[in-house]
């Protein structure tokens, strides 16, 4: 079984910059499609931002487009998530996802992603 860790979360002021990293280790796959989620306390889960692992090409949610930038090393393997100009409405628990499905590098439906990290947790104080 293919596996996700994530890793870069803490805590800081408004205004920072994270960077978080997930890697995929386990059986391999060959994911199609790599993403970004994230929940905060009593709230659903939101998508934040997804790669085509072959393309490059990117989806951002609205509300972190311009501040996040969403990348993967696929040498190592390795998905990025580099957050800067951070807001304490991005406090959240940060997932990493993987699909191998054709057609479903969105992040408006997690269900889409058959392969998900533990989280990290990103704290933002004003």
């Known amino acids: 079984q293919a596996q996700l860790a994530e890793s870069g979360g803490g805590s800081l002021q408004a205004g920072g910059s994270l960077r978080l990293s997930c890697i995929a280790y386990g059986n391999p796959i060959s994911p199609i499609c790599m993403a970004w989620f994230r929940q905060a306390p009593g709230k659903e889960r939101e998508g934040v931002a997804s790669i085509y692992t072959g393309t490059g090409g990117t989806t951002y949610a609205a509300s972190v487009k311009g501040r996040f930038t969403i990348s993967r090393d696929n040498a190592k393997k390795t998905l990025y998530l580099q957050m800067n100009s951070l807001k304490p409405e991005d406090t959240a628990m940060y997932y990493c996802?993987?699909?191998?499905?054709?057609?479903?590098?969105?992040?408006?439906?997690?269900?889409?992603?058959?392969?998900w990290g533990q989280g990290t947790q990103v704290t933002v104080s004003s």
């Open positions: 996802a993987a699909t191998t499905v054709v057609g479903a590098c969105v992040i408006n439906r997690a269900s889409r992603y058959a392969y």
